[in-house]
C-alpha cells in the first residue's frame, strides 16, 4: 500500500464479492509455519528482525535489532455489525471486521454476529507478536503464511478456546484478535519499531482472465463464527488417524470433503481408526483429477482396525 489508511473510516465499495475462509481449531499442528500457542506470556520471546543491509557490507553484530519490543492491552469490540480493535501498544485504532455488507452495517444494534468480513490484513517484517487473552474468552484469528503475492484464498481463520494465547513469527500476515461478541481484551507484545505492510482486499486485488487481460476482483473474506463450521482437525476415541490438509492448496472443497469424512468417522464401528488416503484406480495408478479446482477431491474414506 502506497497511501496512508484511515482504518477507522475505510470508505469501503459496496456490492463486494466474499471470499470464505476455513475455520480451523488452533493446535500445535495446524499452526506449525504460522506461530504457536502460548500458556505463559512472561515465558514467550519476541522475534526480532535485524535491520537489513542496503549493500555487500553486513549490519555490525549486536546493532540493527536493538529497539526491543513495546506491550499493551489489545481490545477488541463489537459495536453492532462493527468489529472494532484498538492497540494500546503502538497506539493504533481500527475497524477489524463487519458482521454484514460494509454500506449497511450499523454501531446500535445488538445482534450477535454470525460472520467476520475481513477488508484488510497486514504483516510485521521486523518483529513477531503476541496475543494473550486476559478474559479467557473464545476467540479467532485470521492468518496467511508469508509473501506479497498474497490472496484471499491463503488465508485460515484459527479458532482458540480462550486458554492459551497465539504468538505469530515476524512476516504473518494478520488483522489482530477477533472477538466472539462484546469486548474482549488481550495482552499484546510486538517488536517497537512496529513496520507494518498491507492489502486491502475491497480495493487493489486483480487477477487475470484466460486471455490475460487484467479484471478487478476486489472482496472481502469472509469467515462464520457459528461452532457448526468444519474443522480441519477432530477428537474423537475412535478416530486414529486424521487427515492433514494443505488449506491454502484446498479451499473451499478440502473442507467440504472433511465434512463428508467426519460424518464416516463418527458412524464407524467400535475399534475401527479412520484415515483419507489418496485414491486409485483399478490398475493402482493415483487417478488425476481433472482440473488443478479439483485436486483437493482426490481422496477416498477407509477405515483401519486401531
Excluded at 475497524?95 to 452495517?105: D, G, K, S, V
Excluded at 445488538?110 to 476467540?139: I, K, S
Excluded at 457459528?226 to 482437525?233: D, F, K, L, Q, T
Excluded at 465434512?259 to 475401527?272: E, I, S, Y
Aim: charged share 25%.
Amino acid at each position: 500500500m502506497s497511501q496512508k489508511i484511515d482504518y477507522l473510516n475505510p470508505d469501503l465499495p459496496p456490492g463486494l464479492r466474499r471470499v470464505s475462509m476455513p475455520v480451523v481449531d488452533a493446535t500445535p499442528t495446524t499452526l506449525d509455519g504460522f506461530g504457536r500457542l502460548v500458556a505463559d506470556p512472561s515465558e514467550c520471546p519476541i522475534e526480532i528482525v535485524q535491520w537489513p543491509a542496503m549493500g555487500t557490507r553486513p549490519i555490525d553484530p549486536g546493532t540493527g535489532d536493538e529497539a526491543g519490543t513495546t506491550e499493551g492491552t489489545f481490545v477488541s469490540e463489537w459495536r453492532g455489525d462493527i468489529l472494532y480493535g484498538r492497540n494500546e501498544a503502538v497506539g493504533g485504532d481500527y475497524i477489524l471486521a463487519y458482521a454484514t455488507e460494509p454500506e449497511a452495517a450499523r454501531d446500535d444494534n445488538a445482534h450477535a454476529p454470525e460472520r467476520m468480513l475481513l477488508w484488510h490484513a497486514n504483516y510485521h517484517p521486523d518483529g513477531g507478536q503476541l496475543f494473550f487473552p486476559l478474559d479467557h474468552r473464545p476467540f479467532y484469528v485470521p492468518l496467511a503464511l508469508p509473501g506479497d503475492d498474497i490472496a484471499p484464498e491463503k488465508f485460515v481463520c484459527f479458532r482458540f478456546d480462550g486458554q492459551q494465547g497465539l504468538y505469530i513469527h515476524p512476516n504473518i500476515w494478520h488483522e489482530g484478535v477477533f472477538a466472539l461478541g462484546g469486548t474482549q481484551r488481550f495482552f499484546d507484545k510486538q517488536g517497537a519499531v512496529h513496520a507494518r505492510v498491507s492489502v486491502d482486499f475491497a480495493r487493489e486485488l486483480v487477477v487475470f482472465s484466460r486471455r490475460r487481460s487484467a479484471v478487478t476482483r476486489n472482496c472481502l473474506v469472509e469467515a462464520a463464527t457459528c461452532s457448526c463450521r468444519a474443522h480441519a482437525a477432530t477428537t474423537g476415541s475412535r478416530i486414529a488417524r486424521v487427515a492433514r490438509v494443505d488449506i491454502a492448496r484446498t479451499q473451499g472443497a478440502a473442507v467440504n470433503r472433511i465434512k463428508v469424512f467426519r460424518r464416516k468417522a463418527r458412524h464407524a464401528p467400535a475399534g475401527l481408526g479412520c484415515a483419507l488416503l489418496p485414491r486409485r484406480s483399478h490398475e493402482g495408478a493415483r487417478r488425476p483429477s481433472t482440473t488443478k479446482r479439483r485436486q483437493c477431491l482426490n481422496y477416498r474414506f477407509v477405515t483401519k482396525q486401531c
